[in-house]
């Protein structure tokens, strides 16, 4: 069999990362390729370079046999590349079947023939063996079946190559199945198949060969037959595992935050406890309502029931200016569209919180302000030539150290980290999380969600799990494992 | 350094790029026509202006917040008219009046604001709305005719003096002042730039972002209900569309100004560049006798090269940070 994609030296660079460094591997026919590597480690931007979403800045791809330095998403669809996101392109409020033949053209020029639509969609699910009703609206179905609706959009054509970013993140234990006999008979039609994962185990169950991406660079291809799990580890992480989590050593102090009994923003019935010095984990899949959860007790989702209990007396909180209050800090996962200003400078982003507290009548003193953002410069590491700096002109990981100097600046006491180190390298993570330490060593106790299995398990002290909105289980820090985390998270 | 260098020169421009502009317009109709330049046509232009230059303050506001309020013409109208009738028909003292203008500038602020927030729309098309009932209820409370006989005492605050300075420009004076001292120097100010500039960012930071857009229309409100004393004071009588036209033009000034149309930027003396260059494009061009229409033409040319330009040089700062950045990557390696 021949090689049906291959790539040589491909960099792409972006503001403050290189993205791809100089990225040469090929993809063989007919197999299943699993891509693995750490959050930012390149796998979504090289999807992107082959589906001729973004142009690479150096390099070549050849593809079908042709030399070209960068695809067109056209391009890229006529060589016949179907690509399925981690977030889907359906249209909600449209059917499975107008979903599928979305933008093409089937029956006569002007009028569409629904009738021959619906029978080309029928044979699809036929073929994959499920049950999906075609007319049914998009929005009406779960997660699962709408990836289904988006792997059929790509079968529509002359599809060859499949490239899946994290299929199985957001779908159901039964849903992953169903998916994994699709990607067999796929495989059995000639489709050839690049499948990223976190999950080891599902790499292991399907693929055929495996490369690694670290930081940009391409490290790697494996058969699966010819390694084990530590060695991929080692290669994606470049290191040792437990090397990368500094030491804590701190006793557990005081009940600090305890929420009882807690309904809102789609969550139901959360209990909980937070100690004085503790880093307490939630685990959860995509959408099991742990950013919902933190909003709610930030202020920033309505509560419709239930206790919030800060040093053991109750409070109420209706806004996040009423966290606050509370000495409740929330530091978003989204940083770019909750977290920073990104239009404005460094001092300004991390005096915002607290501008009334340095504030003389209403005038804000300029001198105090700097003064506290040089020192939280120096405290946490924040590269930049002046505090001036406008924060877009930052890399990921010094925007996040602002946007969490924003909320220290409060003197929260109680800080909940929604994915502290989502997009930022692997240099600037050890720096979060040598300041989580730090912090907790400062008696601020900490509340971390996150998705990164590796994170949760390296810092925390203990870990509660969800599940669908609701609590599915809690570990402490002996009984650590990915396994038990992921049972409890998918709801078994 | 030479891209440093350069950067820092479209920097520069970017942020006085009114201000250069202003002194274009005025360079070429000072050399069309001598008469330009004479003390009595500036004090003129000035004077004509500064119920413009009240409300674009206000406005800037609330485009400095993210939204856009084309009702504001419509709002002038309507409060002229009211308070030309209460004054006329019902005997109400003038100084009575101005407190009624600038409450009911308020109010009608507020409405838009409420509007919007209720209905969870974007301020534009909730003010497509009531700028249409602004109107109609002008109409309606005038029958289409022209309120003269304005008391003096009231006609005074548009036309007297103190000195050579026209009253009308000592009150925009003073409110340009406290304008800017309230967004550069309190923290009310900067709580407005946050909401622009990221209204979900802002609502996380603990500020209170509803109170902050009543503040914002109340200021707003404030500053239409004294451009509509001045404006109805210095015409002496007033009509259902006194005011009519009016939006654009502040939207445009403002924009000129170099407030951003996606909110969260601007400096409020440029807002002034942005009035008096379309002031002086019309008053140029009309010593110079060209036909009042062309004017239109001019200023929407102008309106779209502001906002083009905008788009511009935001886009362009995007490319030059890859740039800069990708090369530091580069040199680590």
Same mark, same amino acid.
């Given at each position: 069999m021949g090689k049906i994609l291959e790539l040589e030296h491909v960099s792409k660079l972006y503001p403050g990362v290189v993205a791809l460094d100089d990225v040469s591997f090929s993809i063989e026919e007919g197999q299943v390729h699993a891509l693995m590597g750490e959050n930012g480690a390149g796998k979504s931007t090289l999807i992107k370079v082959i589906s001729g979403a973004i142009k690479p800045e150096q390099g070549t791809i050849i593809i079908g046999g042709e030399r070209y330095q960068s695809l067109t998403p056209a391009l890229s669809k006529e060589k016949g590349v179907g690509v399925i996101y981690q977030e889907f392109n359906l249209v909600p409020t449209m059917s499975v079947v107008e979903n599928i033949f979305l933008g093409e053209r089937i029956g006569s020029k002007i009028t569409p023939d629904f009738k021959k639509m619906r029978e080309m969609a029928r044979e699809i699910f036929d073929e994959f063996g499920v049950e999906i009703n075609v007319d049914e609206m998009v929005s009406e179905l779960t997660p699962g079946k709408q990836q289904l609706v988006e792997i059929a959009k790509t079968l529509t054509r002359n599809v060859k190559l499949i490239i899946m970013d994290e299929p199985s993140a957001s779908i159901s234990v039964a849903d992953v199945k169903t998916l994994f006999e699709i990607i067999a008979k796929l495989k059995k039609k000639g489709v050839t198949i690049i499948y990223i994962s976190h999950r080891m185990e599902e790499v292991f169950e399907i693929a055929d060969v495996v490369s690694i991406m670290r930081d940009g660079h391409y490290i790697g291809t494996c058969a699966m037959k010819d390694v084990t799990r530590k060695e991929l580890i080692t290669m994606m992480v !470049? /290191? $040792?595992?437990? $090397?990368s989590y500094p030491e804590r050593n701190i006793p557990k102090g005081e009940c600090v935050l305890e929420v009882e009994h807690l309904y809102g923003n789609g969550d139901r019935d959360i209990s909980f406890s937070l100690h004085q010095g503790e880093i307490l984990g939630i685990a959860g899949l995509v959408g099991a309502g742990r950013t919902e959860l933190a909003k709610v007790i930030y202020g920033a989702a309505k509560m419709d029931h239930g206790t919030i209990k800060v040093d053991g007396k109750t409070v109420k909180i209706r806004t996040p200016h009423d966290a606050i209050e509370a000495g409740i800090g929330y530091i978003p996962e989204d940083r770019k569209n909750e !977290?920073? *200003?990104? @239009? *404005? =400078?460094i001092d300004w982003n991390i005096s915002i919180m607290c501008l009334e507290k340095y504030s003389r009548r209403m005038v804000v003193e300029v001198k105090k302000i700097e003064e506290l953002v040089e020192e939280f410069q120096k405290k946490l590491g924040i590269k930049a030539p002046s505090i001036k700096q406008y924060v877009k002109n930052l890399s990921g990981g010094n925007q996040q150290k602002v946007v969490v100097a924003k909320t220290l600046a409060t003197n929260s006491r109680i800080i909940i980290f929604d @994915? =502290?180190? /989502?997009?930022?390298d692997v240099g600037a993570k050890q720096e979060i999380y040598q300041l989580m330490n730090a912090m907790v060593q400062q008696g601020i106790s900490i509340i971390m969600i996150s998705s990164e299995m590796e994170e949760l398990i390296g810092m925390s002290d203990r870990i509660i799990v969800m599940h669908e909105g609701k609590l599915a289980g809690e570990l402490e820090k002996k009984d650590f494992s990915q396994n038990r985390i992921l049972e409890y998270a998918s709801g078994m | 350094m030479k891209l440093n260098k350069k950067f820092s020169a479209s920097e520069f421009l970017r942020n006085n790029m009114a201000w250069v502009l202003l002194a274009v317009c005025c360079l070429i109709f000072g050399v069309i026509s001598p008469n330009f330049f004479s003390l009595v046509n500036i004090i003129n232009i000035l004077n004509q202006n500064a119920y413009i230059i009240i409300t674009a303050l206000g406005i800037s506001f609330i485009m400095m917040s993210g939204e856009v309020d084309i009702s504001v013409g419509y709002a002038i109208s309507l409060n002229g008219v009211v308070i030309a009738l209460l004054m006329t028909k019902f005997g109400m003292s003038p100084v009575v009046a101005v407190i009624v203008a600038v409450l009911l500038g308020i109010v009608l602020c507020l409405v838009n604001m409420l509007i919007a927030y209720k209905l969870k729309l974007q301020l534009f098309m909730a003010t497509v709305g009531t700028s249409t009932i602004f109107q109609g209820l002008a109409f309606v409370m005038t029958q289409s005719k022209t309120i003269s006989n304005l008391p003096p005492s009231f006609k005074i605050i548009g036309q007297g003096y103190i000195g050579i300075i026209p009253i009308p420009v000592a009150i925009a004076l003073v409110l340009l002042i406290v304008v800017s001292f309230i967004l550069n120097k309190t923290y009310v100010g900067r709580y407005v730039f946050a909401i622009g500039g990221n209204v979900e960012a802002a609502r996380l930071a603990g500020i209170n972002v509803f109170g902050m857009k009543i503040f914002i229309a109340s200021i707003a409100g404030f500053m239409t209900g004294i451009g509509a004393i001045i404006l109805s004071a210095r015409l002496g009588s007033v009509t259902?569309?006194?005011?009519?036209?009016l939006e654009f033009t502040i939207i445009t000034a403002v924009l000129l100004g170099g %407030?951003? %149309?996606?909110?969260g930027e601007g400096k409020i003396s440029g807002v002034v560049a942005g009035v008096l260059i379309l002031a002086i494009l019309s008053n140029g061009m009309q010593l110079a006798r060209l036909d009042v229409y062309y004017q239109f033409v001019a200023k929407g040319i102008i309106m779209l090269a502001a906002i083009g330009f905008d788009v511009y040089q935001l886009n362009r700062r995007k490319k030059i940070t890859i740039k800069t950045q990708g090369g530091k990557e580069n040199i680590k390696d």
């Amino acid at each position: 069999m021949g090689k049906i994609l291959e790539l040589e030296h491909v960099s792409k660079l972006y503001p403050g990362v290189v993205a791809l460094d100089d990225v040469s591997f090929s993809i063989e026919e007919g197999q299943v390729h699993a891509l693995m590597g750490e959050n930012g480690a390149g796998k979504s931007t090289l999807i992107k370079v082959i589906s001729g979403a973004i142009k690479p800045e150096q390099g070549t791809i050849i593809i079908g046999g042709e030399r070209y330095q960068s695809l067109t998403p056209a391009l890229s669809k006529e060589k016949g590349v179907g690509v399925i996101y981690q977030e889907f392109n359906l249209v909600p409020t449209m059917s499975v079947v107008e979903n599928i033949f979305l933008g093409e053209r089937i029956g006569s020029k002007i009028t569409p023939d629904f009738k021959k639509m619906r029978e080309m969609a029928r044979e699809i699910f036929d073929e994959f063996g499920v049950e999906i009703n075609v007319d049914e609206m998009v929005s009406e179905l779960t997660p699962g079946k709408q990836q289904l609706v988006e792997i059929a959009k790509t079968l529509t054509r002359n599809v060859k190559l499949i490239i899946m970013d994290e299929p199985s993140a957001s779908i159901s234990v039964a849903d992953v199945k169903t998916l994994f006999e699709i990607i067999a008979k796929l495989k059995k039609k000639g489709v050839t198949i690049i499948y990223i994962s976190h999950r080891m185990e599902e790499v292991f169950e399907i693929a055929d060969v495996v490369s690694i991406m670290r930081d940009g660079h391409y490290i790697g291809t494996c058969a699966m037959k010819d390694v084990t799990r530590k060695e991929l580890i080692t290669m994606m992480v !470049g /290191r $040792e595992l437990n $090397e990368s989590y500094p030491e804590r050593n701190i006793p557990k102090g005081e009940c600090v935050l305890e929420v009882e009994h807690l309904y809102g923003n789609g969550d139901r019935d959360i209990s909980f406890s937070l100690h004085q010095g503790e880093i307490l984990g939630i685990a959860g899949l995509v959408g099991a309502g742990r950013t919902e959860l933190a909003k709610v007790i930030y202020g920033a989702a309505k509560m419709d029931h239930g206790t919030i209990k800060v040093d053991g007396k109750t409070v109420k909180i209706r806004t996040p200016h009423d966290a606050i209050e509370a000495g409740i800090g929330y530091i978003p996962e989204d940083r770019k569209n909750e !977290g920073a *200003f990104l @239009e *404005f =400078p460094i001092d300004w982003n991390i005096s915002i919180m607290c501008l009334e507290k340095y504030s003389r009548r209403m005038v804000v003193e300029v001198k105090k302000i700097e003064e506290l953002v040089e020192e939280f410069q120096k405290k946490l590491g924040i590269k930049a030539p002046s505090i001036k700096q406008y924060v877009k002109n930052l890399s990921g990981g010094n925007q996040q150290k602002v946007v969490v100097a924003k909320t220290l600046a409060t003197n929260s006491r109680i800080i909940i980290f929604d @994915e =502290p180190t /989502r997009g930022i390298d692997v240099g600037a993570k050890q720096e979060i999380y040598q300041l989580m330490n730090a912090m907790v060593q400062q008696g601020i106790s900490i509340i971390m969600i996150s998705s990164e299995m590796e994170e949760l398990i390296g810092m925390s002290d203990r870990i509660i799990v969800m599940h669908e909105g609701k609590l599915a289980g809690e570990l402490e820090k002996k009984d650590f494992s990915q396994n038990r985390i992921l049972e409890y998270a998918s709801g078994m | 350094m030479k891209l440093n260098k350069k950067f820092s020169a479209s920097e520069f421009l970017r942020n006085n790029m009114a201000w250069v502009l202003l002194a274009v317009c005025c360079l070429i109709f000072g050399v069309i026509s001598p008469n330009f330049f004479s003390l009595v046509n500036i004090i003129n232009i000035l004077n004509q202006n500064a119920y413009i230059i009240i409300t674009a303050l206000g406005i800037s506001f609330i485009m400095m917040s993210g939204e856009v309020d084309i009702s504001v013409g419509y709002a002038i109208s309507l409060n002229g008219v009211v308070i030309a009738l209460l004054m006329t028909k019902f005997g109400m003292s003038p100084v009575v009046a101005v407190i009624v203008a600038v409450l009911l500038g308020i109010v009608l602020c507020l409405v838009n604001m409420l509007i919007a927030y209720k209905l969870k729309l974007q301020l534009f098309m909730a003010t497509v709305g009531t700028s249409t009932i602004f109107q109609g209820l002008a109409f309606v409370m005038t029958q289409s005719k022209t309120i003269s006989n304005l008391p003096p005492s009231f006609k005074i605050i548009g036309q007297g003096y103190i000195g050579i300075i026209p009253i009308p420009v000592a009150i925009a004076l003073v409110l340009l002042i406290v304008v800017s001292f309230i967004l550069n120097k309190t923290y009310v100010g900067r709580y407005v730039f946050a909401i622009g500039g990221n209204v979900e960012a802002a609502r996380l930071a603990g500020i209170n972002v509803f109170g902050m857009k009543i503040f914002i229309a109340s200021i707003a409100g404030f500053m239409t209900g004294i451009g509509a004393i001045i404006l109805s004071a210095r015409l002496g009588s007033v009509t259902a569309n006194m005011g009519t036209g009016l939006e654009f033009t502040i939207i445009t000034a403002v924009l000129l100004g170099g %407030v951003s %149309v996606r909110g969260g930027e601007g400096k409020i003396s440029g807002v002034v560049a942005g009035v008096l260059i379309l002031a002086i494009l019309s008053n140029g061009m009309q010593l110079a006798r060209l036909d009042v229409y062309y004017q239109f033409v001019a200023k929407g040319i102008i309106m779209l090269a502001a906002i083009g330009f905008d788009v511009y040089q935001l886009n362009r700062r995007k490319k030059i940070t890859i740039k800069t950045q990708g090369g530091k990557e580069n040199i680590k390696d």
